[in-house]
């Protein structure tokens, strides 16, 4: 399936919370779920989710909603993730070791097939049913076998230099997960993985330990 030409990217990011969701529901036993429904779930409003969706098709019957099952189908499609991709890591720390356990990539589409890095110690090991193969070995691997997903699981200081290994070798989609942001062609699609940020956006809506204390204080 081609992409649909002209949709907004943020559109697109929408989606795999859609899907995501729908994917709950499906799992609480929902056969049939309106915008209005998946509105409150994901503080959307209707009008939103409808013309989000109405990008690609008509999905839904006046009156009856969605049906759950179909709209996961029709998303796994349109998000192309109706199939497994293969994707390799490049960084066998704490962080790759854990990417190789988690069980929700292949269930969803993704699934790791090499791991590389570049410390002596650890190129040969077994970890997590894969080989550690020297990262200078992965262009060749890459243009071997056609993957096309990357993750980048090394230090900060190395992650531009492994991210130029990756795209000239190839691969076109990137997941980061160093704090850096990296300047690549425009062609490469990135996603960034960095927990401090998302702490940072949290805690801008906590209250400071000892302001709440003291007013606390004043008014017992």
């Known amino acids: 399936m081609t992409t649909q030409v002209g949709v907004p990217d943020v559109v ?14 499906q799992r609480a036993g929902v056969q049939l779920v309106s915008s209005k429904q998946l509105g409150e779930i994901l ?9 989000d969706l109405n990008w690609f098709g008509e999905f839904g019957q006046q009156g009856k909603g969605y049906d759950v099952s179909y709209l996961i189908t029709q998303l796994e499609r349109i998000l192309h993730v109706d199939r497994v991709w293969d994707m390799i890591v490049v960084g066998a720390g704490a962080l790759g070791l854990a990417l190789l356990h988690y069980p929700e990539f292949e269930v969803n589409g993704f699934r790791i097939v090499a791991l590389y890095d570049n410390d002596p110690a650890k190129i040969g090991r077994d970890l997590g049913g894969l080989t550690v193969r020297d990262v200078r070995h992965m262009p060749e691997d890459v243009r071997q076998h056609g993957w096309r997903i990357g993750v ?24 980061c997960y160093a704090p850096i942001i990296l300047a690549l062609p425009p062609h490469v699609q ?3 993985i960095d927990p401090i940020v998302h702490l940072q956006h949290m805690t801008y809506y906590l209250t400071d330990p000892a302001t709440s204390h003291n007013a606390a204080s004043k008014t017992s």
Request: glycine share 2%; aromatic share 4%.
């Open 190 to 192: 990135v996603q960034y």
């Open 152 to 175: 980048i699981a090394v230090p900060e200081h190395a992650a531009q230099d492994v991210a130029n290994l990756m795209v000239e070798a190839g691969i076109q989609a990137l997941l």
């Open 43 to 51: 503080d959307l409003t209707p009008a939103q989710i409808r013309k």
């Open 12 to 25: 697109v990011s929408r989606l795999p919370l859609y899907l995501r969701t729908l994917k709950q529901l």
